[in-house]
């Protein structure tokens, strides 16, 4: 299409090699009453505001405003994710940590700010990826000081080119068809401001709730570090603010395998199973030094506290305690039991008295163990079943 | 500057007179005109890049490919491959990402402290030191995140609400404190980069000779004309974003430093910590901008762009900021003696004369002895010596990182976990490679955007030095 049907009949615009010049043409079109719509220049004119009689920029409220959405967003996450939604205390430090949330609170600070003050500025001057750009100005990117404007009511445009040609223009014409809109943006309107400032209240009257949630009535005065230097800590046994039921250590679910990649066993706890095992299980490991020393660190570690060193109850503790006797290993009843009944009770404990050592305790020294009882066994003196040994459970 | 002796400067004295006087010197020498300054701007950006270009390229893509492969042996083989042990457990990943975002800090000094103090000499090295600062804060990030030894899972750390009931990130971690810091300082500094190469990507555009070419910085320049309103909304946006820069520059290294400070950890746990390495990322970033343009000037022939007056200036800011570096050392040992404490004194002792001798003294003579030839104007205005200088600047200062981080760590409150360590060839070929990483997507950017910010250059090609 003809760019000559698109003319504007009272819009038009003149190029010069310098800024001076541009300056001063701007002046002189605007003292003689014409409207001087913009100027186009390869770097920003300064005094050009003020020849245009444009009104400086409002940005720097929205950055203001985008600041404090930042602030608010980063003091509403740090307080609520660490002191209300999951209240684990780290490093003996107040849940409420304030100064600790300076640096992040900052940073979201500056972020915000800056994106939106960036965004802002690309909806105010309507800058959004093109894909073609008319070159209504051309060299205006390159060495060329353009003006645009609008003739005064009662000219005609030759006479205001000679005019322009005279204040040093390399070249004039009426201008092609071009949009000039008033620009309004929320920042333009301080009631826009208002909004955004009000949308960050909720989270500052968070802020605001600090002293009161992080109140100690046996402090005296309030500290200024909102209680850094008093830490916190948790006690054993303490029940857990963050896992369900107060647990500080969850069970693993169902049918978790081991990480040690050992494959699931197809035996379930009870009697009945523990003597399928009997049945079904034999000891993998033959008995040698090794497998004996390991069996002995193992044992004495963890069985030897309830059954004894020797396997005869002697030295239990729980014993001692009075709490109750554990069966007797070196019983005869015991030693009748097959290999894979005593893997069974070592894995998932006996019917009424011991814990299952499964989760705790490899396959292989749950073994070993067994092996190391069988050598407990040969070595104990024959002496007649002591009378704790009433059950059959080890 | 042998060539313009007997050239008259801009205010019509000779130029070696002028310049003895250090006043009436144009910013730009050349005497350009405004399409002079476009066409030699964006020259290197519209002409097939000359053989010794490809040949770095080809020198830079080798150190990117080595650090590449040990990335790959690292992550699929393990952190064992690195020398760390229980004591030293943080070695040279972290003493490079303290290098590599020290290095980037030059740029937003440039951009934006200088800016804001309309140091108007800033406006041919603005642009290639933000590009540097991009470069740098990339490879910095790339320590921590393949120290994690599971680099996928490195969206842990930014607080995402998840399906393992309430979890959430530590607030109150320096660790994570840095993750946002380095996080914004990226995404800021890119921002601010861009924001400052629209009109430059508009010049771009109206020059592109292609269709591709032309609609790609079509999209990227979004329909800039050289509007006085834009320009004005433009020069806001310019100052706010200077204005937010500053204080985000110092606290991300105030931030670095925490990650040692808020520990317990002798020649750790001091409060010089923060401006110690604020003023350290400046002095290793200035030296870096140093060996960057001297290079680039006068491979890519922007003499005149980048005057031996730029080098000076730089020159003095590494001066002064050397001096600083050096304060804070002596300082470090007034405090370990004043503390009383026997662990701090034991490890400031243990710098200088224990095993890691070699490395403080190599630091002490880089960093402090070398930047003491600035105070001759004959090496502040002369490139190779300004060359020799700044590397070892550089040397020094990676150096500093390597002594703080390593010495502090390796002698253990309890003797029995006393070790050293030493770096494996894994982990120097990852440095290697992030130095092939920086220097790739450099020489990659001079071929591709404007090197020089032309727009600025030609607001200041008229302003005469007072």
């Known amino acids: ?394 | 500057m042998a060539h313009d002796a007997d050239v008259l400067s801009a205010s019509g004295i000779p130029a070696a007179e002028a310049e003895r006087y250090g006043h009436n010197l144009p910013l730009i020498d050349g005497n350009k005109t405004y399409r002079q300054v476009t066409e030699e701007v964006f020259a290197p950006t519209e002409r097939r890049p000359p053989l010794r270009w490809w040949l770095a390229l080809a020198v830079t893509l080798s150190m990117l490919s080595l650090g590449a492969w040990a990335v790959v042996q690292t992550l699929t083989r393990g952190i064992g491959t690195w020398g760390l042990n229980r004591t030293v457990g943080w070695a040279f990943d972290i003493t490079n990402f303290v290098f590599w975002v020290g290095i980037g800090h030059a740029g937003t000094l440039i951009s934006a402290i200088l800016f804001l103090f309309r140091q108007r000499w800033r406006t041919s090295i603005n642009r290639a030191a933000e590009a540097m600062t991009l470069f740098a804060v990339m490879c910095a990030g790339t320590f921590p995140i393949i120290h994690m030894g599971r680099p996928w899972l490195a969206f842990w750390a930014t607080p995402y609400p998840n399906s393992r009931g309430s979890l959430w990130v530590n607030f109150k971690s320096p660790l994570l404190w840095d993750v946002v810091a380095i996080s914004t300082y990226f995404i800021i500094s890119l921002t601010f980069w861009y924001i400052g190469l629209i009109p430059d990507l508009a010049t771009q555009r109206d020059r592109a000779k292609t269709k591709l070419k032309r609609t790609i910085l079509s999209l990227f320049s979004l329909g800039w004309n050289g509007s006085n309103r834009t320009w004005s909304r433009y020069e806001t946006v310019y100052m706010l974003l200077a204005g937010l820069s500053t204080p985000l520059v110092v606290s991300v290294h105030t931030i670095v430093s925490m990650d040692f400070a808020t520990s317990v950890i002798p020649g750790w746990h001091a409060t010089i910590f923060p401006p110690y390495f604020v003023v350290g990322a400046v002095f290793s970033g200035f030296a870096m901008v140093l060996t960057l343009m001297i290079i680039a000037r006068s491979v890519m022939g922007l003499e005149e762009y980048i005057t031996t007056r730029h080098l000076e200036a730089m020159t003095k800011v590494v001066l002064a900021t050397g001096m600083i570096v050096g304060m804070a050392y002596a300082t470090e040992f007034f405090t370990a003696w004043y503390s009383g404490n026997p662990y701090e004194r034991y490890v400031f002792l243990n710098r200088a004369l224990g095993s890691y001798q070699w490395a403080y003294w190599t630091m002490v003579g880089c960093n402090v002895l070398s930047p003491q030839f600035f105070w001759f104007k004959k090496v502040r205005t002369t490139p190779w010596m300004i060359f020799i200088l700044t590397i070892f600047v550089n040397i020094g200062m990676w150096f500093e990182r390597f002594v703080i981080i390593v010495t502090s760590l390796h002698r253990d409150y309890l003797p029995s976990s006393w070790a050293m360590y030493r770096p494996t060839f894994i982990e120097v070929a990852i440095l290697i490679g992030s130095f092939g990483l920086f220097f790739t997507l450099f020489l990659v950017f001079t071929r591709v955007l404007p090197m020089i910010a032309a727009s600025e250059v030609k607001g200041v090609l008229k302003h005469v030095e007072h």
């Not at chain 1, 003319?7 to 001076?20: K, N």
């Not at chain 1, 066994?377 to 009433?390: N, R």
Request: hydrophobic fraction near 45%; include cysteine; aromatic fraction near 8%.
């Open chain 1, 1 to 394: 299409m003809s760019s000559i049907e698109h003319l504007h009949r009272s819009r038009f615009r003149a190029s010069f090699p310098d800024p001076e010049q541009l300056l001063h043409a701007v002046a002189h079109l605007r003292a003689a009453g014409h409207r001087v719509l913009d100027t186009y220049t390869p770097f920003p004119v300064h005094g050009m505001d003020e020849a245009l009689g444009q009104r400086p920029s409002r940005l720097p409220r929205a950055c203001l405003a985008f600041a404090a959405l930042g602030l608010a967003l980063a003091a509403g996450l740090q307080i609520w994710t660490s002191a209300v939604d999951y209240p684990l205390i780290m490093g003996g430090k107040p849940l409420l940590a304030i100064p600790a949330f300076i640096p992040v609170a900052f940073e979201l600070t500056v972020l915000l700010a800056g994106l939106g003050v960036v965004a802002s500025f690309f909806v105010a001057a309507r800058m959004r990826p093109r894909l073609r750009i008319p070159d209504l100005h051309p060299g205006a990117n390159d060495d060329r000081f353009i003006l645009a404007a609008e003739l005064a009511a009662d000219v005609q445009f030759p006479a205001v080119a000679r005019e322009l040609a005279d204040l040093g223009a390399l070249d004039s014409s009426l201008l092609v068809e071009d949009r000039f809109r008033r620009d309004g943006a929320f920042w333009d309107r301080p009631a826009g401001v208002g909004m955004l400032l009000l949308a960050c209240l909720p989270a500052f009257l968070l802020l605001a709730l600090v002293p009161v949630l992080n109140r100690d009535f046996q402090r005296r005065n309030q500290a200024w570090d909102g209680g850094m230097g008093a830490p916190l800590s948790a006690q054993a046994y303490d029940a857990s603010g963050v896992l369900p039921g107060g647990k500080v250590l969850q069970a693993p679910p169902p049918y978790t395998l081991s990480r040690r990649g050992e494959p699931p066993l197809a035996f379930a706890a009870g009697k009945a199973e523990a003597e399928r095992a009997g049945r079904e299980l034999q000891n993998p490991y033959q008995p040698t030094q090794a497998r004996f020393n390991r069996g002995k660190l193992v044992y004495e570690r963890v069985c030897a506290t309830c059954h004894g060193r020797e396997g005869d109850n002697n030295g239990s503790v729980i014993v001692a305690r009075g709490a109750f006797a554990p069966t007797v290993l070196v019983s005869p009843a015991v030693r009748d039991m097959p290999d894979g009944r005593l893997f069974h009770v070592a894995t998932f404990g006996g019917p009424t008295k011991m814990k299952g050592y499964g989760d705790l305790l490899s396959r292989e020294d749950r073994w070993q163990v067994v092996l190391y009882i069988r050598e407990l066994q040969k070595a104990a003196k024959p002496v007649a079943a002591p009378a704790q040994a009433t059950g059959v459970q080890p």
